[in-house]
């Protein structure tokens, strides 16, 4: 049975009605019998459009076989006088629907004329199109600032699939998949924030253009662990997009190792004539060992959480190497083959005094040194006087 519970609709409960329809809230289950809810009129209309692209997904899925009303009501917890109202909604956006009368066991049986719709790019189903056109914030919001243009382009052509009562009806979807995108690297080392978006853009078009054709290439690379800039001669391997912001990792010839390089502190990058080969595999996933972007070797952590962070901590995949063992008291031990770096480091400190490090000790003793710097700060600040 679908659950509507959690779409912020605010069904109430009101006087029971003969014929009444009905949804079923955190509190209440399936409503068929007598006392049913009744649609309250304040409820945002977000409910019946989700509903709504419930009962076309079932239908669509249901193939050849095709699904009754009372099959529908029955899923989606409705009477079936809603199920014909929301069906007849449907098609008037557009989508193919059709009442199949000529079965076996003599029921009427809702189909999707996929002829209708054989037009679509890709050969996509009408919930694969509708799904992708309203996720398209999604994408966009995982996709780096300089692609944004394309991917919307890209959407704008999918869309096209779609009739306007069909878009029409999809705009009416809540964000049923909310998105708070990472912060994005946003400056160029040396360049006003006007200039931002066509500097990056020809700098990632030189970058890809070295890495899908081999070529080596010069870059002046602002580091900010040294505070100053250098020249380097790289042969960019691959652009790995993570935590916002793009990052080129390229082998550096000097230094006889792939070096990992933020594309918004490549103040320029020139492409060279000259080919390289590649002498090392990435793995398909990049930065594979960090918590971040970090591209250097694992070590094994553990770590100590307390009982109250354990629900949260133990609920999540914080990294595929990750193994937990319970502990008598609520919390639990985690062990980790992962970079040391920052990202671990700050994952660390956010949880406070309820995590502890295990091993190694070097990070132990990283880890409470910097906490004890933190405490020195705030016993340095003078308190306000009283009354202020």
């Keep these: 049975m679908f659950d509507f519970s959690r779409t912020g609709a605010g069904w109430k409960p009101e006087s029971p009605e003969p014929k009444a329809q009905s949804l079923h809230t955190a509190s209440a289950g399936p409503t068929h019998a007598a006392g049913a809810l009744r649609y309250n009129s304040s409820v945002p209309r977000n409910a019946e459009v989700i509903r709504q692209w419930a009962i076309l997904r079932e239908i669509e899925q249901a193939r050849a076989s095709g699904v009754t009303i009372d099959e529908l009501a029955s899923k989606c917890g409705v009477t079936t006088r809603t199920i014909r109202r929301d069906l007849h909604a449907l098609e008037e956006a557009g989508f193919p629907l059709y009442d199949d009368r000529a079965t076996d066991d003599g029921r009427t049986r809702w189909r999707v004329n996929g002829q209708a719709l054989k037009g679509l790019a890709a050969g996509l189903t009408v919930s694969e199109l509708c799904a992708l056109y309203f996720s398209r914030t999604l994408v966009e919001s995982l996709s780096a600032t300089v692609f944004r243009d394309d991917v919307e382009s890209a959407f704008e052509k ?27 690297g946003r400056r160029i080392f040396g360049e006003t924030e006007s200039q931002l978006p066509r500097q990056q853009q020809q700098l990632i078009a030189r970058a890809l253009d070295a890495v899908l054709n081999y070529r080596q290439a010069t870059i002046s690379y602002y580091s900010k662990s040294s505070e100053r800039q250098k020249d380097y001669l790289v042969h960019p391997y691959r652009l790995a997009h993570a935590q916002g912001a793009l990052y080129l990792l390229a082998y550096v010839p000097e230094y006889v190792q792939i070096r990992t390089f933020a594309v918004e502190r490549i103040r320029s990058l020139t492409l060279l004539d000259e080919r390289f080969t590649p002498i090392e595999e990435l793995p398909d996933v990049a930065f594979p060992h960090s918590l971040g972007v970090h591209s250097g070797l ?91």
């Design 298 to 388: 694992p070590e094994h952590v553990e770590i100590l959480f307390h009982a109250a962070v354990a629900d949260y901590v133990r609920s999540r995949e914080w990294h595929p190497s990750q193994h937990i063992r319970e502990c008598e008291n609520g919390g639990l031990v985690m062990s980790l083959d992962v970079c040391i770096d920052r990202a671990l480091k700050s994952w660390i400190l956010s949880f406070g005094p309820l995590a502890r490090i295990v091993s190694p000790d070097s990070l132990a003793e990283d880890i409470a040194g910097q906490l004890e710097r933190a405490r020195a700060q705030y016993h340095a600040v003078p308190r306000p006087p009283e009354g202020v």
């Design 158 to 184: 999918l869309s096209s699939g779609l009739t306007p009562h069909m878009r029409q009806f999809l705009d009416q979807l809540p964000r049923v998949i909310a998105t708070k995108p990472d912060p994005l």
